[in-house]
């Protein structure tokens, strides 16, 4: 995008119009969209170069998100595709006292869940 605007900046003449030497544009500021000439002027079509620079760095911005996301997802599809119980693994809390143990919860699940279920483990603080 600079490649492109800077050099349109440049040739902006805003001077013209500026009465007050202290809001002059100068310095770096001579690289930027305030050279740019008000509308009344005939170069008023340089401001449309900013316009479509910011069309064009969206869209290049869009696509790289888009293939980073679908790079991501078919990773993450790899990942969940793997058969490892990690990724099938549920986290439960407030057990009651009666299913405390392995035997009892497993009993417990498998009366509910069949043949869905792999193992269950119990994770107790001591």
């Known amino acids: ?7 349109i900046n440049t040739q902006g003449d805003a001077n013209r119009y500026i009465k007050d030497p202290k809001y002059r544009v100068k ?6 969209m305030a050279n740019i000439a008000p509308m009344s002027d005939h170069k008023t079509n340089l ?3 900013h316009l479509i620079m910011a069309w064009v760095f969206t869209g290049v911005l869009l696509a790289l998100v888009f293939r980073a996301y679908k790079s991501y997802y078919e990773q993450r599809a790899r990942f969940l595709s793997m058969r490892v119980p990690e990724n099938y693994s549920v986290l439960v809390t ?3 006292k009666e ?5 009892a919860l497993q009993a417990f699940f498998a009366k509910r869940y069949g043949d869905e279920l792999h193992s269950v483990r ?4 001591t």
Do not use: F, K
């Open 27 to 32: 310095g770096i500021n001579q690289l930027s």
């Open 94 to 96: 407030d057990i009651p």
């Open 47 to 49: 401001l449309w170069a």
């Open 1 to 7: 995008g600079c490649l492109v605007l800077i050099p």
């Open 99 to 103: 299913h405390s143990t392995n035997e």
């Open 122 to 125: 119990m994770a107790v603080l």
